[in-house]
């Protein structure tokens, strides 16, 4: 699903990420405004990326999302947004991360705060 909102990972290193996003017209609701799904799927590919930049790959096959809380500021419509991870804590299964979200005019349009299950190799 990334990938189909043009996704570039920026940066990913100890905990924090920047990913860059090109936001489409197959993504405006009746409205035309930023349909509330690509916000979050922009906010959980951040958050999802920061965990990456912390986990040692050797120990962990990866993580999924088990709950994303989303705040929407204001609208969004077709351009470049650019999306900020952060994880706030590591544990052994589970990870808890917020992400923020700003449009190409740099105005904050979303944030969000998540859980993330971590899946350890056997």
């Known amino acids: 699903m990334s990938d189909m909102i043009g996704r570039q990972i920026i940066s990913m290193s100890e905990g924090k990420s920047e990913v860059h996003f090109t936001i489409g017209e197959q993504f405006l609701n009746l409205q035309d405004i930023l349909h509330g799904g690509a916000y979050a799927t922009m906010l959980d590919t951040a958050c999802g990326v920061a965990i990456r930049g912390a986990l040692d790959m050797d120990k962990y096959l990866g993580h999924v999302t088990l709950e994303l809380k989303t705040c929407y500021l204001q609208a ?9 991870g952060s994880v706030l804590r590591l544990g052994k299964s589970v990870a808890f991360v917020e992400a ?12 969000a705060s998540a859980t993330f299950k971590l899946r350890a190799r056997k």
Do not use: R, S, W
């Open 76 to 84: 969004g419509y077709v351009g470049h947004y650019k999306a900020f």
């Open 100 to 111: 923020i979200l700003h449009n190409n005019q740099d105005e904050l349009v979303a944030t």
